[in-house]
């Protein structure tokens, strides 16, 4: 069981290039999250969805777009990099019906913009 | 709105003693689920325990037990017999399903596990 699948682990953007963070669950969870964490910070939630084709905005959106075609995708853009988007990315996925409520989370996607 | 609050950015504990970690939260919600998460120097955020509000008993695993405390709002982490690989950054989360199942984390506290 692969969990939650995020690619690529490194990477490093020149100010203004564009990339796509790939995220994928195998878990069939309903709930996918975008977070992004600041050295020695805390999580903060960018994006989330609650089902294929319905997503929403978190916390700091701005600088980022998401999709949700599907129930085990959920890719991150970034648009036009900026050196405040240097950060580590989360993607992560929870299951909506009954107990057991437990968001698990990808490994990271470390992200430097020079 | 949910909030939870991690009031000790830094601690640390010798090897083989006991160490607790405190968070408290704030919610009107009645129906819900906290959790502990350890991020390692690594990155990775890792389950360490879950407690959901319904259930009075304390959730233990192994070395690792939780002070649930409903009427308080405080939900704090037990280390007993630390060891070396409990360095790490802890989180505690908070989760209602009636909030869209939006998960609240505090901001973290940084546990050195001193040899």
């Known amino acids: 069981n692969a969990g939650v699948t995020q690619t690529p682990k490194f990477r490093i953007l020149k100010i203004g290039q564009s990339m796509t963070l790939q995220c994928a669950q195998d878990m069939n969870h309903n709930y996918m999250y975008w977070y992004r964490q600041d050295p020695g910070m805390g999580l903060k939630l960018i994006y989330y969805?609650?089902?294929?084709?319905?997503?929403d905005k978190g916390e700091v959106p701005n600088g980022y777009n998401v999709s949700r075609s599907t129930t085990e995708d959920f890719p991150l853009r970034l648009e036009l990099a900026a050196p405040s988007q240097t950060s580590v990315y989360f993607c992560a996925s929870s299951y909506s019906v009954g107990s057991g409520n437990t968001i698990y989370f990808g490994e990271g996607s470390w992200l430097t913009v020079v | 709105a949910q909030t939870v609050t991690q009031s000790q950015p830094e601690m640390s504990v010798q090897e083989a003693e006991t160490v607790t970690l405190s968070c408290t939260y704030d919610?009107?919600?009645?129906?819900?689920?906290l959790f502990w998460y350890k991020q390692p120097p690594s990155r990775q955020m890792i389950l360490v325990i879950r407690q959901e509000a319904y259930k009075q008993q304390n959730a233990t695993e192994n070395r690792f037990s939780v002070n649930f405390q409903k009427a308080a709002k405080s939900f704090s982490l037990k280390i007993s017999d630390s060891q070396l690989g409990d360095t790490a950054m802890y989180f505690c989360?908070?989760?209602?399903?009636?909030?869209?199942?939006?998960?609240?984390f505090g901001t973290g506290t940084s546990l050195t596990v001193i040899p």
């Open positions: 989360a908070f989760m209602a399903p009636n909030t869209g199942n939006q998960f609240y």
């Open positions: 969805s609650v089902g294929a084709g319905i997503t």
């Open positions: 919610t009107s919600e009645n129906n819900y689920y």
